[in-house]
């Protein structure tokens, strides 16, 4: 198995109770079965607390919030009861993995950090320069049987294609992205309707989307991209975007269809377009600087955004 991921990947490690935010709140947690019959034999009051919250509806088991939208277990300190009590081998797969997430093809995986979590946000907009991908190779099982190699290889190929303009050509952040051939002209009301249809992560959202559709009311000239947000800052969110998301192409193939990257594309820019309109818009708060206002920015957006698959969809027009 060959493992790629970005350098910063090593750098991360949860903050807990020092993290202006919590994780712990506002999806519900999935359960994985190793964990589900490991909690079901909890005995006593926390075994009752667990039962109490532990849900299975249509095949999926979860973790019920509480009614304020947090997590029962997470303490008044924001630490977890659950891990406190047991250690870190007690927590479930999502719950030890997040915001870390997994793709594998065939021998092939993809490891990365989502932007969802503030602390991560902070590390990624804080360094500077190209962002450095690791390798590693292990022995395991996988094989590559059913997997075409040719079509998974090609996508990594104009993955790094692009990833190479964007860091390494010369010109603006906007020359470069039209020289990967990743320029699209957004249509903002279209971007604003379908953000209407996302189901809102808390109330802060819905009424930041409010904001947002005001802020462009007043503002319905502004260019696609802003020069309040640093070149470096667009082609670090550019890059996180298309090594994230372009193995998906993979998977969303027909047989007998040709590659087709539009969807991969359109969502890069609609993110980015989002991003941008956040940014902009994120005038009730006050920061203490512009990595601030970003970071902010970044991890909200990817909370609404990243982790609801039929989100993601609709940005890609699938
Ligand atoms: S958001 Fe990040 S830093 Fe905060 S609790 Fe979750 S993983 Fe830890």
């Not at 500077?128 to 590559?144: L, V």
């Not at 070149?231 to 087709?260: A, G, H, M, P, Q």
């Not at 005038?283 to 989100?311: G, N, P, Q, W």
Request: charged share 35%; proline share 2%; net charge negative.
């Amino acid at each position: 198995m060959i493992v790629e991921y970005p350098e910063y990947y090593c750098r991360f490690s949860c903050i807990a109770d020092k993290c202006p935010d919590t994780c712990c709140q506002g999806w519900e947690i999935d359960i994985d079965e190793t964990t589900w019959n490991k909690y079901k034999a909890v005995e006593g009051e926390l075994g009752e607390k667990l039962k109490k919250y532990m849900k299975e509806e249509n095949g999926c088991r979860f973790f019920k919030m509480r009614e304020d939208g947090y997590c029962a277990f997470l303490r008044e300190d924001n630490l977890c009861q659950l891990q406190r009590q047991f250690g870190e081998d007690y927590l479930g797969v999502i719950c030890s993995e997040h915001p870390r997430y997994f793709v594998e093809c065939g021998n092939y995986e993809q490891q990365d950090i989502s932007l969802a979590c503030p602390e991560m946000a902070r590390i990624f907009f804080t360094e500077k320069g190209n962002i450095a991908y690791c390798f590693e190779m292990y022995e395991d099982e996988s094989d590559e049987e059913d997997i075409d190699i040719e079509l998974r290889d090609r996508i990594l190929d104009d993955r790094n294609r692009i990833i190479d303009i964007m860091e390494n050509e010369s010109g603006t952040f906007t020359e470069r992205f039209r020289k990967a051939g990743l320029f699209r002209k957004i249509d903002d009301k279209l971007l604003m309707e379908m953000s209407e249809r996302m189901e809102p992560i808390n109330e802060a959202w819905t009424k930041r989307l409010q904001h947002m559709k005001e802020w462009l009311g007043k503002n319905p000239e502004c260019g696609q991209f802003s020069d309040k947000i640093s070149d470096e800052w667009y082609t670090r969110l550019t890059c996180y975007l298309v090594f994230r998301y372009w193995i998906d192409s993979y998977f969303e193939k027909d047989e007998d269809e040709e590659l087709d990257l539009t969807a991969e594309i359109m969502l890069v820019n609609y993110c980015l377009r989002l991003i941008t309109i956040m940014y902009l818009a994120n005038d009730e708060k006050v920061f203490e600087s512009e990595l601030e206002r970003m970071v902010d920015t970044a991890y909200i957006f990817s909370r609404e955004v990243e982790f609801d698959e039929d989100i993601v969809n609709m940005l890609k027009g699938l």
